[in-house]
């Protein structure tokens, strides 16, 4: 069995809350402070669940620095009060930065539902690519 520590159940509420700002304040047509506090809580959160050295070896690898690079610039954009740049860049960087996990979790996800057409779906988003 898995034991989480108090620190990583408070990261994770953590994180949650700032999903739910990142989605409510695009809602509320790109709400500046919203988004702003969404992503303080979420690297926040993040970094609880993870830890400080194991958040910056991620998001520092050589091969992650581009969509580092625009992830943070966008939350320093967000926080400058231009939310919907910010929130493009955030989302670029986002998808830079998760390219190798997507394969993994298509794959996942065309196993764990057995439904025909989804299951045939799922795998040719997985592809051929690899984690590594």
């Known amino acids: 069995m898995i034991s989480i520590t108090e620190w990583q159940k408070l990261g994770v509420g ?3 809350f700032g999903i739910f ?15 702003a506090f969404g992503n303080l809580l979420f690297l926040t959160g993040l970094s609880l669940i993870i830890g400080l050295k194991k958040t910056f070896s991620f998001f520092f690898q050589r091969h992650k620095l581009k969509g580092t690079s625009f992830f943070l610039g966008g939350v320093v954009i ?3 009060r231009w939310p919907l740049l910010g929130m493009f860049l955030e989302t670029y960087g986002f998808f830079g930065l998760f390219k190798g996990f997507f394969p993994v979790a298509f794959g996942f996800l065309g196993n764990a539902f057995n439904i025909p057409f989804l299951s045939s779906l799922f795998q040719r988003l997985q592809g051929t690519s690899s984690m590594v």
């Open 21 to 35: 700002f990142i989605f409510l304040g695009v809602l509320l047509y790109f709400d500046s402070v919203l988004l």
């Open 78 to 80: 967000v926080l400058l």
């Open 14 to 16: 953590t994180a949650g």
